[in-house]
């Protein structure tokens, strides 16, 4: 099995503070990501969403933080309920002047099922190209 690695750097016109609440808070989560009942930026914290493309199959995705290291670093695992396969997501947070270097990182796709077209690598490409160079992007620097 071919290790798969999603990893983006981006640079957001604001203050790390201002990154970290928005990737923890989740009255700021809903307004560029999902909307979800309930989040806390702790080690052990579980979470759920439903999400996939309209009018496609929706999966639930089910996570749970594995580290936290304020305004620099958060960490969750990433399963879909029902199918094999965990991969690992982290929020990289730093200074870069005034301005916020953030690197996303997405290890572990390769663990998925390869037959679920849903699951493939290019899939998670696409989705958090759209998520750091719209929703977010246009969150922070709005």
């Known amino acids: 099995m071919i290790p798969k690695t999603f990893t983006a750097e981006r640079i957001f016109k604001a203050a790390r503070k201002d990154v970290w609440r ?3 808070e989740k009255d700021l ?4 990501y999902f909307d979800l009942p309930e989040f806390k930026a702790e080690v052990g914290f579980t ?12 999966y ?16 969750h695992t990433w399963t879909f309920v029902g199918y094999e396969g965990i ?14 270097k953030l ?5 572990g796709l390769e663990s998925f099922p390869a037959d679920i077209p849903d699951f493939e690598y290019h899939k998670f490409e696409i989705g958090w190209n759209h ?3 719209i929703s ?4 922070l620097e709005q």
């Open 22 to 24: 928005a990737i923890t």
């Open 29 to 32: 989560m809903k307004q560029w």
């Open 47 to 58: 979470f759920e969403v439903t999400g996939g493309e309209p009018g496609g199959t929706q």
């Open 60 to 75: 639930l995705h089910h996570f749970e933080i594995v580290e936290v290291i304020p305004e620099r670093k958060l960490m």
């Open 87 to 100: 991969s690992y997501l982290s929020y990289e947070l730093f200074d870069e002047g005034e301005y916020t």
């Open 103 to 107: 690197i996303l990182t997405h290890s």
């Open 131 to 133: 998520i750091l160079d």
């Open 136 to 139: 977010l992007k246009n969150f």
